[in-house]
């Protein structure tokens, strides 16, 4: 019995339009079925695909789902952050167990290097480190590295401006540029993430700042707060509501019991 011969164009997928569900918002994005079927067509369950170039990481999400085994590869750390994020989101935040990230910081020394080769991916890693978007673009940034976006009600979003510092000295005048920063950008929080610990008198500036409380829970956060990249490889968080994924969620296959979007 013969089967139904091969189209030259496979008119049966559609594109990613502006509503679809597993929009990302990446500019390349290829729709997961065509990823599928192009996989499904070159290789068997158990056997390994690689993407050299993975992007937001379809190829890789559609591997995992037709239990292959995947290399995905990419320059960008914006787009292995995205990856990781999308495969949680798909596939619950277990699947960090599953795989192993190769080329970013894993101590001081690591993240030094990152900052003396190139500080603008210094700071898109520190930024999504902590679950924040870093800028798309490396522009006047004005202040802000990054935000971390939380709900504040059904209808209006709340914001935690990020400032990445590199430098090898901080001091407080840092702390007073954030605030001014959050008071411009009439944000509700903001974050100074430096490479190394912070001063005493940038501690004491912090505490002057005041709180934020979040009118859902009736909780006080500090309106800005310090973390150092010793602590951001320690496991510390933020300390502040829950929030939004930095990227635009992928569709789900299993919908986890926890809700909140925490960084990976």
């Not at 339009?17 to 994005?29: D, F, H, I, K, S």
């Amino acid at each position: 019995m013969q089967g139904t011969a091969a189209q030259d164009v496979w008119t049966d997928i559609d594109p990613i339009n502006m509503v679809a569900v597993e929009r990302l918002g990446y500019p390349t994005q290829k729709p997961l079925a065509l990823l599928e079927r192009i996989i499904q067509a070159s290789s068997n369950p158990g056997e390994v695909v690689l993407d050299p170039f993975c992007g937001c990481g379809t190829a890789v999400d559609a591997a995992q789902q037709l239990d292959r085994r995947w290399i995905g590869i990419d320059v960008s750390y914006l787009s292995i952050a995205l990856i990781q994020e999308r495969l949680a989101n798909r596939f619950t935040r277990d699947i960090t167990k599953t795989y192993d990230v190769i080329g970013i910081p894993r101590d001081l020394a690591g993240a030094q290097a990152l900052l003396n080769a190139n500080a603008f991916d210094f700071e898109r890693w520190a930024v999504t480190a902590i679950g924040g978007r870093a800028n798309e673009k490396q522009v006047g940034d004005k202040g802000s590295d990054g935000v971390i976006r939380f709900p504040i009600d059904k209808h209006n979003v709340g914001r935690i401006v990020i400032s990445v510092k590199g430098t090898s000295t901080v001091n407080p005048a840092m702390v007073r540029e954030l605030r001014g920063t959050v008071e411009r950008e009439k944000a509700e929080m903001g974050v100074l993430l430096t490479l190394n610990a912070p001063t005493k008198g940038m501690v004491d500036e912090v505490n002057k700042s005041g709180h934020y409380t979040y009118e859902l829970t009736g909780t006080e956060y500090p309106r800005l707060q310090l973390i150092s990249v010793p602590e951001i490889l320690a496991g510390k968080r933020l300390n502040c509501p829950a929030f939004f994924p930095a990227y635009t969620q992928a569709k789900k296959l299993i919908d986890p019991m926890d809700q909140t979007a925490l960084p990976i």
